[in-house]
């Protein structure tokens, strides 16, 4: 079955960087996409990257986080600069049109 492991993420000041990673497994991995739900917010996609390497960025992320493949099959990343309070959520990873299976997501606190 379909299957994704998220990793990297943890407690960063104001201002610092996080590089998530996600693994993926059992199925077919296009359009690949990070979501993010932060404390009493829905699910919602926050970066995307096509399989022609286009990406695409909600414009509360835009010019800070940079989605990419990894050089590894069915591997993606999310590089994560001047991170925000308003950052703090759990991440997750899936295609943009999301299989129902999610991961377990990682923590990002962002916090002084």
């Known amino acids: 079955q379909v299957q994704f492991v998220e990793s990297g993420g943890g407690l960063v000041q104001p201002g610092g960087s996080l590089r998530l990673s996600c693994a993926a497994s059992g199925g077919t991995f296009l359009t690949l996409a990070w979501y993010r739900e932060a404390p009493g917010q829905l699910r919602d996609w926050i970066a995307r990257i096509s399989a022609a390497g286009t990406t695409l960025y909600k414009d509360s992320v835009k010019g800070r986080f940079t989605i990419s493949r990894g050089s590894a099959k069915d591997t993606w990343y999310l590089q994560m600069d001047n991170l925000h309070v308003e950052d703090t959520a759990v991440y997750y990873c899936?295609?943009?049109?999301?299989?129902?299976?999610w991961g377990q997501g990682t923590q990002v606190t962002v916090s002084s």
């Open positions: 899936n295609t943009y049109v999301p299989y129902s299976s």
